[in-house]
């Protein structure tokens, strides 16, 4: 007893001041997008900012930061593969998964291209391009945390979510205007709507606010777009390995969350699971991630960014109006 007393003393007791405030303050995050309509990841984001104080060398609330920004973020990527079954991708069809997977590719490579023609790095514009192509904010967690450490890593990833957020909330409000506007029918204003808008939250908003049918194949569409997850990660972790040789000490490894959202993807592909128990599993990873948010938010110098100038911001519309484009073409022309 004394000895799981003294393992508790050693490893948790370093970590729960620092954690249960950004628990706290996720919490807040998601009491205030309910009443007020905004994105929680936004609120984690500001709620997290403002008490960065708490985030100093000598606080005792650096260690739970910290293992909130990376630990937690992690468990909340996990079980993102509860929401993502094989069957999606057959039932949409192939030529829509072929030009999601298009869409995707495309949208990271635009990303880099228009990162260097700017004077950032490659890096960046993958970060972009991925968290625009494929699931907003919890994109550009999982592919931060696969990235080589470097000084402006979370700088980046914390203007990526922003920027991200933000083009998410105003195409829910603006892309079902769109589709009215062209009168797509229910199946290809909801391939619209669940292949360009960033986040899942925001997706769903807007597929259902055009009718039950549009959102029932905005969200599968938008499902799809998750599961590419998987391989872009991989991708981008062979690529970051071939161009560090160099530096093999500090390159990412295979990393387990991504083996342990593998599991979940195929365990929710071959077995009906209870809808309780998927429920529970979307409600928690959110939660995991608006924290994990929280902590990012903490551990933010506002003045780095202030920075960086506006040519972030114009990557990421670049990169929005892309993808947005590109699906408009494959409607009209199909």
């Not at 620092?18 to 995050?29: D, P, Q, Y």
């Not at 071939?242 to 959202?261: A, T």
């Not at 933010?300 to 947005?324: C, F, H, S």
Request: with cysteine.
């Amino acid at each position: 007893m004394r000895r799981v007393s003294n393992v508790l003393k050693a490893y948790v007791s370093p970590l729960w001041q620092g954690a249960s405030i950004a628990a706290m303050t996720g919490l807040a995050a998601l009491f205030l997008s309910e009443h007020y309509g905004a994105p929680a990841m936004l609120f984690a984001l500001l709620l997290g900012m403002a008490v960065s104080f708490l985030y100093q060398s000598d606080s005792p609330c650096a260690k739970g930061i910290d293992f909130t920004g990376s630990t937690i973020l992690r468990v909340g990527i996990v079980l993102l593969g509860t929401r993502i079954a094989l069957g999606d991708l057959i039932t949409l069809g192939w030529q829509t998964a072929l030009m999601l997977a298009g869409a995707i590719f495309t949208t990271i490579i635009l990303g880099v291209v228009l990162a260097r023609v700017f004077g950032l790095q490659k890096r960046f514009g993958a970060l972009t391009g991925g968290s625009v192509a494929i699931c907003g904010a919890s994109a550009a967690l999982a592919i931060s945390s696969i990235m080589p450490n470097s000084e402006h890593k979370e700088r980046d990833t914390l203007l990526t979510v922003i920027g991200v957020t933000a083009m998410s909330t105003i195409a829910m409000i603006l892309y079902p205007i769109i589709v009215n506007y062209l009168e797509f029918d229910a199946h290809n204003a909801g391939v619209f709507l669940g292949g360009t808008i960033h986040d899942v939250a925001q997706v769903v908003g807007a597929g259902y606010s055009v009718s039950p049918e549009t959102g029932d194949i905005a969200t599968l569409t938008k499902l799809v777009r998750v599961a590419m997850l998987l391989p872009v990660v991989l991708i981008m972790m062979v690529i970051i390995n071939r161009s560090n040789q160099s530096n093999k000490s500090d390159l990412p490894k295979v990393p387990g969350f991504l083996i342990g959202f593998v599991i979940l993807m195929v365990i929710n592909s071959c077995f009906s699971l209870p809808s309780v128990l998927l429920e529970s599993a979307n409600e928690l990873s959110k939660f995991f991630l608006i924290t994990a948010i929280a902590a990012i938010g903490m551990k933010t110098n506002l003045g780095k960014l202030t920075e960086v100038g506006i040519k972030p911001i114009i990557l990421i519309v670049a990169e929005t109006v892309w993808i947005a484009l590109l699906i408009l073409g494959f409607i009209f022309f199909n």
